[in-house]
């Protein structure tokens, strides 16, 4: 018996040992992300300060560009967690000009965007520790710097993406039930009250969409397909791409095998839709399907078509990362995501328990044209 239990003992022991050797390399592994050298990218750190900083958004208003973005002990649900808001002339030098907080919840997903004469800000409330947030809450304000009590949303239940117009005075905003599975599309006309569409999707646990407006009129949609639960992801998993012409009530779906496009942000220049969000780099497999928490990741930059999906380039990124906000302005698109620290290349779930930073990165539109 005794032979029996050092041999265990040794067992244990060289597992863990393994175990904290694999640790110790990813934790070190160099970082492999393939940035196209023609993108000229320019990137540089906004905030940096040992939390897990995450889920961020930018938009340009009255003259500064703002900045959100989630501060928590780690990418799992916390009562620590809180949304910072910030704002700057140049997009450099950042001023904290509001926190938003929801007691004993946890707080995410922040979206920005301007309704009228006002400024909204949009957020997911959670309680679960693996983050499933239950419904959407929003908040108001003519200044940027005082802001009205966060309310929930009508319809509840739903969560809330990036709301957008083509005119000025009627907004869509893709959304998808609590429970995963099911995205729709929403309109208003104050940012307040919701009514629904139509239905963008159902099935494959369906969840955050993300929108642009082609130039005639239609709107291209992304969705992030999950299939399964699974941390080691799913063979199946992909993005939906779906286009459906004015008044939006049928949409055309096609599913694009490239990626597992988490956090999708989409823009649109000279006619074309591009989209920033997370990149699964490696080939997909048993452990390492899209979604792995033993998968690398990256923030990367794409064109969205209605019949696929483009990868043009990484951004300098690693482990925990996307979640991005844009502001295109002049010849440029800026750009805020997060990621740990760009030296290294984690997989995810390390990225997760680890510190990460607000980066800002300057894309010039003329990379996007040349590849036309």
Known sequence: MRRVLKTAAAVVLAIVLALAALIAYWLVRPNTAVVDPSLDIETWVAVSDGEHNSNTDLI???????????????????NECHLVLHRSLDARNWAEVATFKIRKQDIRDPKLAVVGDMLFLYVLKNKDLNPEPYTTAYATSASGVKWSELRDVEPKGWLFWRPKTRDGCRWYVPAYWWQHGKSILLTSTDGR?????????????????????????????????E????????????????????????WKRIKSHVTRLDGPCLFADAGRIYAVGRHNPEPP??????????AKKRTALY????????????????????????????????VSYYTNDVQTDPPWILGMISPSEIRMARIPLAFLRKTR
């Open 303 to 334: 064109e969205v078509t209605p019949d696929r999906l483009i990868h043009l380039s990484d951004l300098p990124s690693c482990g925990d990362t996307s979640y991005c906000g844009l502001v295109r302005r002049a010849d440029d698109v800026i």
């Open 227 to 250: 299939v399964s639960e699974d941390v080691l992801g799913d063979k199946d998993a992909a993005t939906l791409i779906a286009v459906a012409k004015p008044p939006y009530k049928e």
């Open 60 to 78: 340009h208003w009255k003259g500064y560009y703002y900045l959100i973005h989630a501060s928590s002990p780690w990418h799992f649900a916390s």
């Open 285 to 294: 497999g048993p452990g390492k399907y899209f979604g792995s928490i033993l």
């Open 193 to 225: 009250s919701w009514k629904e569409v139509s239905t963008i999707y159902e099935g494959d646990r369906n969840d955050e969409t993300d929108f642009e407006f082609l130039p005639d009129g239609r709107i291209l949609c992304t969705a992030r397909l």
